[in-house]
T-cell receptor, first 110, second 112 residues
Framework: RKEVEQDPGPFNVPEGATVAFNCTYSNSASQSFFWYRQDCRKEPKLLMSVYSSGNEDGRFTAQLNRASQYISLLIRDSKLSDSATYLCVVSLDSSYKLIFGSGTRLLVRP | DGGITQSPKYLFRKEGQNVTLSCEQN?????MYWYRQDPGQGLRLIYYSQIVNDFQKGDIAEGYSVSREKKESFPLTVTSAQKNPTAFYLC???????????FGPGTRLTVL
C-alpha cells in the first residue's frame, strides 16, 4: 500500500464547477499536511497547508480527518487556470521528510 | 529576488558519464533536499541536508552523491552507477523547524 494515495484522475470539469479531491495516508504518526500544485513540466508550488480545524484560502478549502486518515481539497468556481496536477503531501514527526502522493490531474474546460 | 535556482534546465548525458546538477538558494534556508520525479509518480527523496557539511541519504540514494560546503549550495552528482538516471530532478529548501518546502524549477536529465 502506498503511503499517500490519490485518485490520478483526470477530473474534467467545466468552468465555474466545484470539484473535490481526496487523499488518504497510511501512517497515523503523520503530523503536517499540505496541498501542492504542479503545472505540466514545472516544479511543485505550495498551495496551502492543511490544519486540523480546516482552512480556507479564497476558492480553496482544505480539510483533515485524522480518524479516517484522509485529506480533502475543495475548489469552488473553477477557473481555466486551475488546470494542473494537485499533489497531496504528508510530513512525519521528524519534519524533514515529505511524502508525496502521485497527484490528481484537473482539467477545467471553457 | 529570493528563490531557488537550478541549472541547467535540460541536460543530456551519455551512458557512463557522471554529471553534476546545480542548486542554489538565497532564502537563508537551513535545509535543502533533492528529489527525483518520474512520469506519473510522486517525488522521491534522494538526499537531504539540514546543516552545512552534513547530509543524509533519502529513499533512493544509490548512484547519487551530494556535498554541502556552503549554506546556499547543494549540488547533486548523478554517477554512472545510477541505473535509470533519466528523470526530472527537483531541489527544495526549507527553514529550520518548518515543514513547508519550496522548490527550484528543476533539471530534466536525459541519458542517451
Amino acid at each position: 500500500r502506498k503511503e499517500v494515495e490519490q485518485d490520478p484522475g483526470p477530473f474534467n470539469v467545466p468552468e465555474g464547477a466545484t470539484v473535490a479531491f481526496n487523499c488518504t495516508y497510511s501512517n497515523s504518526a503523520s503530523q503536517s499536511f499540505f496541498w501542492y500544485r504542479q503545472d505540466c513540466r514545472k516544479e511543485p508550488k505550495l498551495l496551502m497547508s492543511v490544519y486540523s480545524s480546516g482552512n480556507e484560502d479564497g476558492r480553496f478549502t482544505a480539510q483533515l480527518n485524522r480518524a479516517s486518515q484522509y485529506i480533502s481539497l475543495l475548489i469552488r468556481d473553477s477557473k481555466l487556470s486551475d488546470s494542473a496536477t494537485y499533489l497531496c503531501v504528508v510530513s512525519l514527526d521528524s519534519s524533514y521528510k515529505l511524502i508525496f502522493g502521485s497527484g490528481t490531474r484537473l482539467l477545467v474546460r471553457p | 529576488d529570493g528563490g531557488i535556482t537550478q541549472s541547467p534546465k535540460y541536460l543530456f548525458r551519455k551512458e557512463g558519464q557522471n554529471v553534476t546538477l546545480s542548486c542554489e538558494q538565497n532564502l537563508n534556508h537551513d535545509a535543502m533536499y533533492w528529489y527525483r520525479q518520474d512520469p506519473g509518480q510522486g517525488l522521491r527523496l534522494i538526499y537531504y541536508s539540514q546543516i552545512v557539511n552534513d547530509f543524509q541519504k533519502g529513499d533512493i540514494a544509490e548512484g547519487y552523491s551530494v556535498s554541502r560546503e556552503k549554506k546556499e549550495s547543494f549540488p547533486l552528482t548523478v554517477t554512472s552507477a545510477q541505473k535509470n538516471p533519466t528523470a526530472f530532478y527537483l531541489c527544495a529548501s526549507s527553514s529550520w523547524g518548518k515543514d513547508e518546502q519550496f522548490f527550484g524549477p528543476g533539471t530534466r536529465l536525459t541519458v542517451l
